[in-house]
C-alpha cells in the first residue's frame, strides 16, 4: 500500500509559478511510477505529467509542455510538479497517483493509488 498526500497548490495570478509536492508512505517509494493529474470544474481529469521509477523518463501533456516540470526525490519519498507560466486554464484540483513498474503513463486506468488532490486556482 502507498498513502500520498499532495500539498503546494494555492492561488496565483497568470504568469507565475507554483510548486507541487506529493509526499508518499508506505511500501517502498522508488518502485513505483508517479503521475500528476488534473480535473477543472465540469471537465474529466487528464494527464498532466508522469515520471518513471527511476526519475530518467518523463512525459508531458501538450498544453504544458515548456511550462511545467515533474521531478522526484526517492530519499525524501517525494513527487514534485513545478509548474511555470501559470494560465487560468490550468485552474484544477491537481491528484498525484502512483503505479507498479517502470515505464511513466498518462493513463489514469493504470494507476492503483491516489492523493486526496490540492486545488490551484490561476486569476486573470
Known amino acids: 500500500q502507498v498513502q500520498l498526500v499532495e500539498s503546494g497548490g494555492g492561488l496565483v495570478q497568470a504568469g507565475g509559478s507554483l510548486r507541487l509536492s506529493c509526499a508518499a508512505s508506505?511500501?517502498?517509494?522508488?518502485?513505483?511510477?508517479m503521475g500528476w493529474f488534473r480535473q477543472g470544474l465540469g471537465k474529466e481529469r487528464e494527464s498532466v505529467a508522469a515520471?518513471?521509477?527511476?526519475?530518467?523518463?518523463?512525459v508531458y501533456a501538450d498544453s504544458v509542455k515548456g511550462r511545467f516540470t515533474i521531478s522526484r526525490d526517492n530519499a525524501q519519498n517525494t513527487v514534485y510538479l513545478q509548474m511555470n507560466s501559470l494560465k487560468p486554464e490550468d485552474t484544477a484540483v491537481y491528484y498525484c497517483a502512483a503505479r507498479g513498474g517502470k515505464i511513466p503513463s498518462q493513463r489514469e486506468s493504470e494507476y492503483d493509488y491516489w492523493g486526496q488532490g490540492t486545488q490551484v486556482t490561476v486569476s486573470s
Open positions: 508506505g511500501r517502498t517509494f522508488g518502485i513505483y511510477t
Open positions: 515520471i518513471s521509477w527511476s526519475g530518467d523518463r518523463s
